[in-house]
C-alpha cells in the first residue's frame, strides 16, 4: 500500500493532509523518515506520525446492486454516483472494481484493497462476469461459436478473449467473459449485427447478485478470499 494511502486509512488526515505530513518528515517507517508518499508500506513495517504508531483500518468489501441511471464514478456528475446509496464512512478511500455504464444495473464490487481488486479486473486472472441481455433483434445461429473463438471489436487490435454464449430465447441471453474492455458487451453485439437494448450483470467471479436494486451489503471472508483464489 502506498505510505499517503497507508496514513490515511490510518487517521483521518485527508490525502492531501497525509502528503504534506510525509514531505514535513514527520512519518516514519521502520524508524526512518520517508518523505516520498509513493513508498510502498507492507505488513511488517511499524510507522509512526510525530512518534505514534499507526494501524491501518480493515479494508472493507462490498457488494451493491447498481440502479439504472447512475454512474460508477465517486462524484455525482451528468448521472448521480452510485455511492450516494453507500452509507459507511471514509467513503472517498473506496473505488469500484468493474465499472458500468449510466445504463447498466447489477453487480457492483466496491472495496478500499487495491491489490483485491486488481484480481478481478485484470484479464489474466479470467475472472468471470456473467450478463443478462436484452438484443434488439434474434441471435444469429453462429454468434455463441463466433464469441468462443474471439471477435475482432472496432479499434482493437487483438480478438476478445473466449467468451461463453447461452441463449435464453431470441432476444435474450447471457454472455460470460473475463476481461473488461470499454463498453465490451455493447460492442461485441454490435460486431455481429446486433444492438443491446439492456444489461445487468449478474455475477462476479463466484460471487452472485443477491440484494434488491439500490442495496448494498458487505461481502463474507469466502466471497472476499476466492477472488485470491483465481487463476
Known amino acids: 500500500m502506498r505510505l499517503d494511502k497507508f496514513v490515511c486509512k490510518s487517521t483521518e488526515l485527508t ?26 508500506v507492507h505488513e511488517n513495517n511499524i510507522v509512526t506520525l510525530s512518534g ?16 439504472a441511471g447512475t454512474i460508477c464514478s465517486n462524484i455525482d456528475e451528468v448521472y448521480p454516483s452510485l455511492f450516494n446509496y453507500i452509507k459507511v464512512d471514509n467513503l472517498e478511500e473506496l473505488h469500484i472494481a468493474g465499472r458500468l455504464d449510466a445504463d447498466t444495473t447489477g453487480l457492483v464490487l466496491v472495496t478500499d484493497d487495491g491489490h483485491w481488486s486488481f484480481n478481478i479486473t485484470v484479464p489474466t486472472k479470467h475472472c468471470e462476469k456473467r450478463y443478462r441481455v436484452g438484443l434488439s433483434r434474434p441471435i444469429a445461429d453462429d454468434v455463441a461459436e463466433k464469441f468462443k473463438q474471439g ?25 460470460t467473459i473475463t476481461e473488461g474492455k470499454f463498453h465490451q458487451v455493447k ?27 439500490g ?12 477472488f485470491s483464489c483465481e487463476i
Request: proline content about 3%; aromatic content about 4%.
Open 215 to 226: 442495496e448494498w451489503r458487505y461481502l463474507t471472508n469466502d466471497e472476499v478470499q476466492s
Open 151 to 175: 471477435i475482432k471489436l472496432q479499434g482493437e487490435s487483438q480478438v476478445t478473449r473466449p467468451a461463453k454464449l447461452d441463449v435464453v430465447s431470441p432476444k435474450d441471453v447471457i454472455l
Open 15 to 40: 490525502k492531501s493532509q497525509a502528503i504534506q505530513r510525509i514531505a514535513s518528515g514527520d512519518v516514519r517507517v521502520n524508524n526512518e523518515v520517508i518523505t516520498n508518499e509513493r513508498s510502498q
Open 187 to 213: 460492442r461485441m453485439f454490435s460486431a455481429v449485427g446486433n444492438r443491446v437494448v439492456s444489461l445487468h450483470r449478474e455475477s462476479i467471479g463466484k460471487v452472485s447478485l443477491d440484494v434488491e436494486v
Open 52 to 67: 505514534a504508531t499507526l494501524k491501518a483500518r480493515a479494508f472493507r468489501y462490498i457488494l451493491m446492486h447498481k440502479p
